[in-house]
């Protein structure tokens, strides 16, 4: 399966801190994804990172992503409540049928405490 | 809005009954996904369209699961015979081809089946 495991299943941090999440695939992929889901709500795409990229950053968010390791990480820094919220990570790769599919694993719940 | 849109946001059933969800994607979006999500568990994808044509059907599919998008735009998602398993949010995306696979969700259909 291609989906993506992140780890840890669960974060708890104080507002401020910064926050590492690490997800790991299985087979090659031309992109990687992060959503954020808020509690009950649809996902929101946070960033993507091509399969030729290590690093790339979006305001507080920072993604890496090494296909060596078939591992990529995201780090949210300065940490804030409104962060709080389980985070996804979603390898695409080519389905076969003409698209690209992304595949997610069980997320990594942050809380962030004020 | 001109985000995705599902409705309704949530419906209550009794075993056995029909359902339809309804998916609005986002206007020039030619490719519309449905995915279900279980508590703790990230969203596992269940088909997807190109324009009118669906292209890709997940094995958790069953017989009892049809999904349509007869003009390339709307789509609906109908489950018959509901189970108790089949208890579930059921979430909508969209996307442009040649857009590396970035989906934009809508907030999801929350389904329970008493």
């Known amino acids: 399966s291609q989906q993506g495991e992140e780890d840890p299943q669960a974060l708890s941090i104080q507002e401020g801190e910064n926050a590492t999440m690490n997800c790991s695939y299985k087979?090659?992929?031309?992109?990687l994804q992060w959503y954020r889901q808020n509690s009950g709500r649809g996902l929101v795409h946070l960033i993507l990172?091509?399969?030729?990229?290590r690093e790339k950053h979006s305001g507080r968010l920072r993604v890496t992503l090494d296909t060596s390791k078939k591992s990529s990480s995201l780090l949210i820094t300065a940490s804030r409540a409104a962060d709080t919220a389980s985070y996804f990570c979603?390898?695409?790769?080519?389905?076969?049928?003409?698209?690209?599919?992304?595949?997610f694993g069980k997320g990594t719940k942050l809380s962030v405490i004020p | 809005d001109t985000g995705v849109s599902q409705n309704p946001r949530h419906k209550i059933t009794k075993r056995g009954q029909n359902v339809t969800f309804r998916c609005d994607p986002i206007s020039e979006h030619n490719r519309l996904y449905w995915y279900r999500q279980t508590l703790g568990q990230g969203p596992e994808f269940l088909t997807y369209f190109q324009n009118e044509a669906q292209l890709e059907k997940s094995r958790l599919l069953s017989d009892r699961f049809s999904a349509e998008r007869p003009k390339g735009s709307f789509s609906t998602l109908e489950i018959q015979r509901t189970e108790q398993g089949d208890s579930a949010m059921y979430l909508c995306?969209?996307?442009?081809?040649?857009?590396?696979?970035?989906?934009?969700f809508g907030p999801g259909t929350r389904l329970t089946v008493l």
């Open positions: 995306a969209s996307s442009l081809v040649g857009a590396r696979n970035e989906q934009f």
């Open positions: 990172i091509r399969s030729n990229e």
């Open positions: 087979t090659s992929i031309n992109n």
């Open positions: 979603a390898p695409s790769s080519y389905s076969g049928a003409g698209s690209y599919q992304l595949t």
